[in-house]
Nanobody, 117 residues
Framework: QVQLVESGGGLVQTGGSLRLSCAAS????????GAWYRQAPGKQREWVAR???????NCADSVKGRFTISRNNAKNTVYLQMNSLKPEDTAVYYC???????????WGQGIQVTVSS
């Protein structure tokens, strides 16, 4: 079992930055891949970025060059650094953890990010 808690969201102006954190507990988190998803009002949840247990990363084209995912295994935490924020980045952001061999996928409760124009 993995428990995930997001923090760091809030209100920011266009062009600003935020860093989201996802703190994990309950299992050996460093063997899990971590990911961020987001869901805007009236839209489906979409994938934003992913980091493997080994530290390999990839991200959606819509955030490439602006968002960076990273992890600190000593702190059992995955981060999402968001720069050059746009109003279309406004959404509830969710942390996710998964690994081969565990049939469950774990989600945080979500955190609001609002970018004002």
């Amino acid at each position: 079992q993995v428990q995930l808690v997001e923090s760091g969201g809030g209100l920011v102006q266009t062009g600003g930055s935020l860093r989201l954190s996802c703190a994990a507990s309950g299992s050996i988190f460093n063997i899990y891949a971590g990911a961020w998803y987001r869901q805007a009002p009236g839209k489906q949840r979409e994938w934003v970025a992913r980091i493997t247990s080994g530290g390999n990363t990839n991200c959606a084209d819509s955030v490439k060059g602006r968002f960076t995912i990273s992890r600190n295994n000593a702190k059992n935490t995955v981060y999402l650094q968001m720069n050059s924020l746009k109003p279309e980045d406004t959404a509830v952001y969710y942390c996710n953890a998964a690994r081969v061999g565990d049939p469950l996928t774990y989600w945080g409760q979500g955190i609001q990010v609002t970018v004002s124009s």
